[in-house]
């Protein structure tokens, strides 16, 4: 069964930091490239940050460039987005997403090209 699990969300104060974790489980791992996407509230789901199968290439969008980082373990299945210098414009409920592909470098910013997803964690960053 293919599974993609979150982890790490939470109530953080503005500036803080906080470690999500996606663990896959069903999956050849390092044959997926993998997204980050976020919702808020009466807001749609919205591209956070995307790696690449090989964890070559990243991409950010452009509201959290500079602050977030995502990297891989396909050792260990598992892909993370390190948030730093949280925003409350950053709350919202994070998913992970991934794509099977044949590109070892690209990286996908489109929600509508990923087929399996995480269940979703909530982070709330107050002011």
């Known amino acids: 069964q293919v599974q993609l699990v979150e982890s790490g969300g939470g109530l953080v104060q503005a500036g803080g930091s906080l470690r999500l974790s996606c663990a896959a489980s069903?999956?050849?791992?390092?044959?997926?490239?993998m997204g980050w996407f976020r919702q808020a509230p009466g807001k749609e789901r919205e591209f956070v940050a995307a790696?690449?199968?090989?964890?070559?290439?990243?991409d950010y969008a452009r509201s959290v460039k500079g602050r977030f980082t995502s990297s891989r373990d396909n050792a260990q299945n598992t892909v993370y987005l390190q948030m730093n210098s949280l925003e409350p414009a950053d709350t919202a409920v994070y998913y992970c997403?991934?794509?099977?592909?044949?590109?070892?470098?690209?990286?996908?910013?489109?929600?509508?090209?990923?087929?399996?997803w995480g269940q979703g964690t909530q982070v709330t960053v107050s002011s």
């Open positions: 069903g999956v050849t791992f390092s044959s997926y490239a």
């Open positions: 790696i690449a199968k090989s964890a070559s290439s990243t």
């Open positions: 997403a991934a794509k099977n592909t044949a590109f070892t470098y690209t990286t996908f910013r489109d929600r509508y090209m990923y087929n399996i």
